[in-house]
Nanobody
Framework: QVHVVESGGGLVQPGGSLRLSCSAV????????IAWFRQAPGKEREEVSC????????YYKDTVEGRFIISRDNAKNAVFLQMNDLKFEDPATYYC??????????????????WGQGTQVTVST
């Protein structure tokens, strides 16, 4: 079993920034795709970003592209989501998902990935 740990959520004003971190106990993250999903109250869970395992591919939801940056630090066994210019549509619980393979396959991530407990992001004046 893989224990996924997210951190970095919080309250920020519109236009502000947060950096989410994801790490895992019991798994070397380097070969695996890692994704960030989010879910706001009353809304469907959606994929925000994904970074592939051994190849430098990334994916961003269109509404966050240019504002969010996903990266990984293999030495720290961690993945980060730098969120800039946060907007009122960004608040949600953000989940880190560790894939069982190296590609950012949406169906595999949703159905078979290892999910963290989530970290809350709030945008408010």
């Amino acid at each position: 079993q893989v224990h996924v740990v997210e951190s970095g959520g919080g309250l920020v004003q519109p236009g502000g920034s947060l950096r989410l971190s994801c790490s895992a106990v019991g798994r070397n993250l380097e070969p695996y795709a890692i994704a960030w999903f989010r879910q706001a109250p009353g809304k469907e869970r959606e994929e925000v970003s994904c970074i592939a395992g051994t190849i430098p591919n990334t994916y961003y939801k269109d509404t966050v592209e240019g504002r969010f940056i996903i990266s990984r630090d293999n030495a720290k066994n961690a993945v980060f989501l730098q969120m800039n210019d946060l907007k009122f549509e960004d608040p949600a619980t953000y989940y880190c998902v560790i894939d069982r393979a190296g590609g950012c396959d949406y169906d595999l991530l949703r159905s078979f990935g290892f999910w963290g407990q989530g970290t809350q992001v709030t945008v408010s004046t």
